[in-house]
């Protein structure tokens, strides 16, 4: 695996590819990998002729300092592990290389960035993502894009650039990893103190309770979300927000009619954590899924 870092290296590095007809796959990352990085660049390596791994530290996405600041950074390792995930290319450019002098362009996606990340985070946080994947699918020009649904919402946001802008790409989504103990696997995670780490646990146990809920029939939003919360704080974590939404337009949803997402965040410490699952109705003999009557016996 090499490792290059302008656009020009990129494109001249992926031509003969290109040129051969060969397929291109992109994982787009900010390095600090993690397993379900890997996972995302064992699948490209499955599905795709050449591999091409991004690790770039976005500050556009960064709507606080010193998150940025402490952000993770080992690109050795980085590309250490990307080659033995299957990886040919490690693309590591400079702030100046994707953002040079006079850049002007931003890539706004209305709507689903304006929900709860995007209103935690402000509306920067998912501007920059927007330009920052719309910039890299650009330089690399691949066949396939790899994205993990521990970021659901920015799945849904990247999805939604890639058909309004008719770019020729197919956007992968795979599962959260997780650890043993249920944790999403992140890059933040590395910060977290060992009690914070504890801690944490509070985020896999909201999402393991509305889970249980559901599985027992509960179909209220509030219910669920209550349940949600409740484990949270039995951890001693208040959420920044806990949702139930629609899972492709990030809408509130009342009840959960058919698969809908429960997503989360909550400061650990210094450290901003999210996580979320699907959540599906299950049927209670006393309960019609919605839109449906109930069945009544005459004789
Ligand atoms: P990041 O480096 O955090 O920007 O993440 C790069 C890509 O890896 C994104 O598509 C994330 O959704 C994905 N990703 C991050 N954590 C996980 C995880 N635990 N499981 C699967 N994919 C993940």
Redesign the pocket.
Known sequence: MSTVRTVAELRSALAPARRDGLTIGL??????L????L??IARAREQCDRVVVSVFVNPAQFDERADLERYPRDERRDAELAAEAGADLLFAPAVEEVYPQGFATTVEVLGVSERLEGAARGAEHFRGVATVVTKLLCMAMPDVA??????AQ??VVIRRLAADLNLPVRIAA?????EPDGL????RNALLAPAERARALALPAALQAARELAADGERSAEALLDGAREAMRAFGVEPEYVELVDPDTFEPASSLAGETLLALAARIGEVRLIDNAMLAPVRRADQPLEGEAIATCSA
């Open positions: 994982v787009p990352t900010m390095g600090a993690h397993e379900g990085h996972s995302l790899y994205f993990g649904q521990k970021d920015q799945l795979l599962p959260t990893v997780r999403a696997l992140s890059s």
